[in-house]
Each structure stands twice: as structure tokens, then as C-alpha cells.
């Protein structure tokens, strides 16, 4: 029996529904769907709040153009390997996300730059504009 420490969820025998299982040539790989989707579920989250702070923090920062974008690629980064180090026993990904570390940062990105500009530009406006 195995758990899944980010998911909270433990993964039997029983669970022959949500497993999907991978094949090499060598070796057998067996994925939990519920917890892989659960996993990515707690990401996004996690993702989205990171990046509506750091929208914040570079608001009242005053940063603009390229210090924003920078501040944008170095917030995100920053959480991409905090939650790496963190969440995931050996910073494994193909464990927990079944993906690759481009993949990991990509994943979700154009949403969390979205909300990263609009509490940028919010944040920018209320405290040097008004």
C-alpha cells in the first residue's frame, strides 16, 4: 500500500478504476489517476495565489516593463521550485505530476501571468497613480 503524501490519498488494490498503468521496456509504472489529478488540482491553486501576490508585491514595488516581466519570471520560478522541494519526497516529478521540469514550469502559465498583470497594474494604480 502506498500513500501519496501531497494527494492525502492512499492508493490500493482497490482503486482499480482511477489506475493507469505505463509500460517500458524494461520496467512497469503504475499512476494513480485520482492523486495525479488531485496533485496538479493543489498546484494550480497554489500557483494562482503565488502569482496574484507577487502581482501585488510588484505593484506596490512600482516596477514596470521589463522589471516586471523579470520580477514575473523570478516569482514564478521561485514557487515552481519551492513546491518541488517541498511537496515532492527527492524533488521526483515524474512521481507526483508525470512531467518534465519544462513541462512543471509551463504547466499553467499563461493563467498565473494573467492574474500576475492585472493585480500588477491594480496595485500600480492605487498606490502611485491615486
Known amino acids: 500500500m502506498m500513500q501519496d503524501p501531497m494527494a492525502g490519498l492512499t492508493s490500493g488494490g482497490d482503486n482499480n478504476n482511477n489506475t493507469v498503468t505505463t509500460s517500458s521496456t524494461n520496467s512497469k509504472q503504475v499512476i494513480d489517476g485520482m492523486a495525479l489529478q488531485l496533485n496538479m488540482k493543489r498546484l494550480d491553486r497554489i500557483r494562482s495565489v503565488m502569482s496574484i501576490t507577487s502581482g501585488c508585491i510588484a505593484g506596490i514595488l512600482g516596477c514596470t516593463g521589463l522589471q516586471g516581466l523579470v ?56 498606490v502611485y497613480l491615486f
Open 71 to 126: 520580477f514575473f519570471l523570478a516569482s514564478h520560478t521561485f514557487v515552481c521550485v519551492i513546491m518541488a522541494m517541498t511537496k515532492m519526497s527527492g524533488m521526483s516529478l515524474q512521481t507526483y505530476t508525470q512531467q518534465t521540469w519544462f513541462g512543471y514550469w509551463t504547466e499553467g502559465f499563461q493563467p498565473t501571468a494573467l492574474s500576475f498583470t492585472l493585480f500588477w497594474t491594480l496595485f500600480y494604480g492605487l
